[in-house]
């Protein structure tokens, strides 16, 4: 079985706190009360404390067009991959000239060539390294990287996925729809990196599964508009993930002879505080077999397809597992889509 040998992240440089959003939000919605009053209701129960941006506050509220923000992607970028990358080596037995594949995962700006090339170019690694860039699973993009990684490591000795995701670039200043105001009160920019092999020791893969919820395109997403991409969050979301994630979860755990009394720790993509409530609630997890991805969503923000990986190492290092204890990676993502991974302690 595929295992995870180390993790690194990189956040940048811009922090601001609960208080700064807020001020943040008075400058962008001084014409409008209501909205403000909205946003900060937003702001306030995403419970979120900190979150890291690649340029200041000023400048995410002026960013322009495409051109300006595909420019700022590719050069911040290209900066919090490497860091994760070269954070990711520190913590592993391997070298960069190890790596013969890499899984590159963002849903912030669709830039082509895709980054990952870049990052090659700059890190000095191996030029016949099998590159493998995914955009549209969004928040889902961790967690189906990884399953994706893990299979690669089938071929491969040693397989880097990279996520590196600037959502700041998403953000449109002239939008106050729901959906705006809510991303805009939890969404955050970084970047976290994975090594794995086909060497089993320690978290291992043992399962993966993807399944796509019919007739839930319209529910997640971005709405692509002459002036770029603008976040879709449908109000009936947490409804429909009520209807089938449970079931589907079930399934996946019934296929691999568990019960869910069997998982010792649940890790979930923090989405959003409604998501976790409703996950937990659902699923009756305890606080303690599942607190990193609130912690994480509270220290960082939701960080889309990054989050997750942040999730993980928060998990490790705080966590004393021994062997045969089971561990379940949720992620939700646009499609809909519900992306698990089962893990096991070697």
Not at 30 to 38: A, I, P
Not at 77 to 104: K, Y
Request: aromatic content about 8%.
């Amino acid at each position: 079985m595929p295992s995870i040998l180390s993790i690194g992240t990189a956040l940048p440089e811009f922090n601001y706190s609960t208080s700064d959003v807020e001020d943040i939000g008075k400058n962008w919605l001084k014409n409008d009360d209501l909205l403000l009053q909205q946003f900060s209701r937003f702001v306030k129960s995403s419970k979120v404390q900190n979150r890291r941006f690649v340029i200041p506050k000023e400048e995410i509220l002026n960013l322009g067009g495409l051109r300006n923000r595909a420019s700022i992607f590719e050069e911040s970028g290209v900066l919090l991959g490497e860091s994760s990358i070269l954070d990711a080596i520190r913590n592993s037995n391997t070298q960069l000239s190890d790596l013969d594949c890499m899984v590159f995962t963002s849903c912030s700006c669709p830039t082509i060539p895709s980054i990952d090339g870049q990052l090659v170019n700059r890190l000095g690694l191996n030029r016949n390294i099998t590159r493998v860039p995914i955009f549209q699973y969004g928040c889902a993009g961790g967690v189906a990287g990884l399953a994706l990684a893990s299979k690669l490591t089938e071929s491969h000795n040693f397989v880097c996925l990279s996520s590196v995701e600037i959502c700041s670039m998403v953000f449109q200043p002239q939008n106050f729809n729901p959906a705006q105001l809510v991303g805009s009160a939890i969404f955050a920019d970084g970047s976290a990196s994975v090594i794995l092999s086909k060497i089993e020791k320690g978290l291992t893969i043992r399962a993966t599964r993807s399944f796509l919820i019919p007739n839930s395109r319209e529910l997640m997403g971005y709405s692509i508009l002459d002036d770029g991409f603008h976040l879709l969050l449908d109000k009936s979301l947490p409804q429909k993930l009520i209807e089938i994630a449970p079931d589907i979860i079930e399934s996946f755990l019934k296929e691999n002879s568990l019960e869910r009394t069997d998982v010792d720790y649940w890790l979930f993509h923090p989405g959003g505080i409604k998501i976790l409530d409703f996950l937990e609630n659902a699923l009756e997890i305890p606080y303690e077999k599942c607190r990193w991805s609130r912690e994480t969503l509270y220290s960082i923000g939701n960080v889309s397809s990054a989050t997750v990986l942040f999730v993980i190492k928060r998990f490790l290092e705080e966590t004393k597992l021994k062997k045969g204890d089971k561990v379940i990676l949720l992620g939700i993502g646009p499609g809909l889509t519900i992306e698990l991974i089962l893990f096991e302690w070697a």
